[in-house]
């Protein structure tokens, strides 16, 4: 299901609806949130204009004069309302995504210029999420920003940030990382930037998609950017290979180090006989690491089974002690293979959350997928084209690299013949041969003598 949000600055504007529905068909948008409308009583005739002719359901909040108002519109056929919660300043709408039983909760977003009201406003869907179940995504224009970094020639308000900022790490939300734009409002005398509209999601939400992708579009109808989140995941192919530190003590690891260092290489050349080296290491590890993942699989589903045997048992009998011992070895080796995974969680999140709490908490999870989300590429800006596509990025990054490490001299100025200084072939031969005993054993012999003058000092003349 795919997301769009605007604030667009009253909804009675020449050409905005329009724009607005054809980011239907162009981004496959499903749920779209409008803020601003600055209409007492929009019209159903008026509130057509910025969905195509298939069919839509809406809910709206009216503006206080001309000040506010919001629109959320949705597809009904890939989201089925069931609760709608209606205030000034948001509009929340819960249902479930069709085919799926979790439930989904879209806030429609529109913070308020006044502090005051803001932080109300953080309060009151604290509240609502603490009522409401499900996966809960909130977008729109918050009118506050969470860093120094997110105005430009504007001033930052430190209180107000650290409100807004307490807000969402109360409420357990996350952020994707914006790709398009820096900001997202532009000043009407075209000096200050800020980034005010944005997606905030819950952990759920992002273990559900940790590969959307938001994106910000031109400033073209509106002081606003539009920003799109897609959660449809384009493959960018295999993922790369990665040691993690806790295969070092596995069985079978150094023997498949071994297996690939014993392959010969048919270069000349030092540099491509280590790069066949390391290619074919990688190749046994793979498929060492394959086979061990396998094994380990059915070790813990043995285990598993055999305990819940004995469980079984405990509740008519007592167990005998060969039955406890077989007990504590099930237990003992499920344990050991959580922790393995949990030192491999922990690498991957670059967090030790291992030590402060169980890592298989969905809060622990969220912040690996946070991780992926912030460091995943959702596209590029090419030559004023927005593209998504794998392929065509891939190309991309392909030539700016080329670009970059490209020869700058083709014709090279050659050394005539003169009178240079050469080695001799016995001094060539030297510096490729091997050291001796004799050799390693002097420079031990010296570096001991050089610890010993450190600690006891010099000798004085």
Not at 213 to 234: E, G, K, P
Not at 384 to 409: C, H, M, R, T, Y
């Amino acid at each position: 299901m795919n997301f769009g949000t605007i604030n667009i600055k009253g909804a009675g504007g020449i050409g905005k609806a329009a724009r607005v529905k054809g980011l239907l068909s162009k981004f496959n948008l499903a749920f779209i949130a409008i803020q601003e409308t600055q209409f007492r009583d929009l019209s159903l005739s008026k509130i057509r204009r910025f969905w195509d002719s298939s069919s839509f359901e809406f809910s709206k909040v009216d503006a206080d004069g001309r000040s506010g108002g919001l629109l959320s519109l949705w597809n009904p056929l890939v989201f089925k309302k069931e609760l709608e919660l209606k205030s000034q300043n948001f509009l929340i709408i819960k249902g479930k995504l069709t085919g799926e039983n979790e439930d989904l909760v879209v806030v429609n977003v529109y913070g308020s210029t006044s502090k005051a009201n803001r932080i109300r406003m953080w309060e009151e869907l604290l509240e609502a999420k603490n009522q409401i179940t499900g996966d809960w995504i909130m977008l729109g224009d918050f009118n506050e920003v969470r860093f120094p970094e997110d105005r430009f020639n504007s001033e930052f308000d430190v209180n107000g940030a650290i409100c807004f900022n307490n807000f969402i790490s109360r409420g357990g939300f996350l952020e994707y990382n914006m790709t398009g734009r820096k900001f997202t409002f532009l000043s009407g005398d075209r000096k200050n930037l800020s980034k005010i509209d944005r997606v905030l999601v819950c952990g759920n939400f992002m273990n559900k998609w940790p590969n959307a992708s938001l994106l910000a579009l031109n400033r073209d109808i509106s002081d606003h950017s539009r920003l799109i989140l897609t959660t449809v995941n384009n493959s960018f192919g295999p993922s790369p290979f990665r040691l993690f530190n806790s295969w070092f003590s596995l069985e079978g690891f150094d023997e498949a180090v071994r297996r690939g260092l014993d392959k010969l290489s048919e270069s000349r050349f030092k540099d491509e006989e280590m790069s066949d080296k390391l290619k074919a290491v990688k190749e046994e590890l793979k498929k060492w690491r394959k086979n061990k993942k396998e094994e380990e699989e059915r070790v813990i589903l043995e285990a598993k089974n055999k305990l819940e045997h004995l469980d079984e048992i405990a509740e008519n009998r007592q167990l005998t002690e060969e039955e406890i011992k077989t007990w504590q070895s099930c237990k003992s080796k499920i344990k050991e293979c959580q922790e393995v995974m949990a030192l491999d969680m922990q690498q991957k999140a670059r967090l030790r959350w291992v030590e402060l709490g169980d890592e298989n908490t969905n809060f622990f999870h969220s912040i690996v997928n946070n991780h992926i989300a912030r460091n995943r590429i959702a596209g590029l800006w090419i030559e004023g084209v927005w593209v998504s596509d794998p392929i065509q990025i891939k190309a991309q990054f392909l030539l700016a690299f080329k670009e970059k490490f490209k020869e700058p001299v083709r014709s090279r100025p050659r050394i005539g013949p003169g009178d240079f200084k050469k080695l001799s072939e016995e001094q060539s031969i030297d510096l490729i041969s091997p050291f001796t005993i004799e050799e390693v054993r002097s420079a031990f012999g010296i570096v001991e003598l050089i610890n010993r003058l450190v600690h006891t000092g010099l000798p004085s003349n």
